[in-house]
């Protein structure tokens, strides 16, 4: 009568066996580290590009729908104008604009000023919940984003002659208050993307 033998497995081919799991798992574990580490790249990225947009989105928008309304100063006894920009001013831009929604039917206006500044590497944008407002009025701040080398503007008046200032320095008049640029270029520089250029066209 044959009798059935039943033979295990030697040590050498369990450590071969080992070892050959050893390796595969060393090359699941590389391909999931690597796969993640796309994964957050990825989701960094989009989280960045879509800061890009927003804020490019932002300040097209508020210059799109730039108004000829001056504002009070916060002492009452001088008017800013509709439009600021100067490289020695408190903020980089600061306009009225209109389009402010109003979903929640508040007794206000649609007019709204905003003003852009950088701080700390970080692109701020302001505003207001009156036009005329006095030092009691606080501004509402809105980091856009960070990283921020520089921002710069670039405004053309309806010759197209361009100037880095707002209301043109050879201006003047009462309707300089209220006068609006033509065209703005906007020069976003970030120091991770370089130089990011709109040029929008603004009043007829």
Not at 4 to 32: D, K, N, Q, W
Not at 82 to 101: C, D, M, V
Not at 150 to 174: C, T
């Amino acid at each position: 009568m044959r009798q059935l033998v039943v033979r295990g497995f030697t040590l050498i081919e369990v450590l071969v066996a080992l070892a050959v799991f050893g390796v595969m798992s060393m090359l699941a574990y590389t391909a999931l580290g690597s796969t993640l580490n796309n994964a957050d790249y990825l989701s960094n990225r989009m989280d960045r590009l879509q800061s890009i947009q927003r804020t490019v989105r932002y300040l097209s928008t508020d210059l799109f729908q730039v108004a000829p309304r001056p504002v009070r100063s916060e002492v009452g006894d001088s008017y800013s104008p509709a439009l600021q920009s100067s490289l020695g001013s408190e903020f980089a831009l600061e306009l009225t604009h209109g389009g402010w929604s109003n979903p929640a039917g508040l007794p206000r206006g649609t007019l709204q000023r905003v003003a852009y500044r950088i701080e700390d590497d970080e692109l701020v944008r302001y505003h207001w919940n009156v036009l005329d407002r006095t030092y009691a009025n606080e501004p509402v701040a809105t980091v856009l984003i960070d990283d921020v080398e520089s921002l710069y503007f670039r405004y053309f008046d309806a010759s197209g002659e361009p100037s880095d200032v707002w209301p043109p320095q050879a201006a003047s008049g009462p309707a300089l208050l209220r006068s609006r640029p033509r065209a703005v270029e906007i020069v976003l520089t970030l120091n991770d993307q370089g130089e990011i250029r709109r040029l929008l066209e603004i009043a007829p």
